[in-house]
């Protein structure tokens, strides 16, 4: 089975407080041969860059309302009068909150969507293929 990578670079803003924030670019990336999850790669003045993989289905809800609970949390909002999507996220490493662009955000989501309609991510496993091969002996 062949698989499909649907990625988009943006550049984000982490907010430091209601007054400051610094720009973050940032990748998202989905792979229909994980198509639950989302990857997200922050690109920060460090060695190496910073990766968070969280569910698709986070993103898509929190675009529409407050979502999630513990290390990852997303919802909408306005700033300076544009829409944009906020992510909290928490490790043991510390907290961030960053500020995407919705329409940005939601043209990549609906790609994603289009590769891998929601309800058919099971199909893209292969578990079905793999059961039948395994009883089949």
Known sequence: MEHTVVER??????ILSPERSV???ARLMYRSDDPYAIHVTFHINSESPVNWTF?????????FRPC??????????KS???SVVLMALSSPDGDALL??????????LERTLRM????????QLGIDDALDQLLAR
């Open 68 to 77: 999630g609970h513990g290390d990852v949390r997303v919802w909408p909002t």
């Open 23 to 25: 720009p973050v670019p």
């Open 116 to 123: 891998v309609p929601p309800g058919t991510e099971g199909e």
């Open 55 to 63: 569910a698709r289905e986070l993103l898509v809800e929190g675009v």
């Open 9 to 14: 670079e943006l550049e984000l803003k982490l």
């Open 99 to 108: 500020e995407a662009p919705t329409p940005q955000v939601s043209a990549w």
């Open 80 to 82: 300076e009068g544009r």
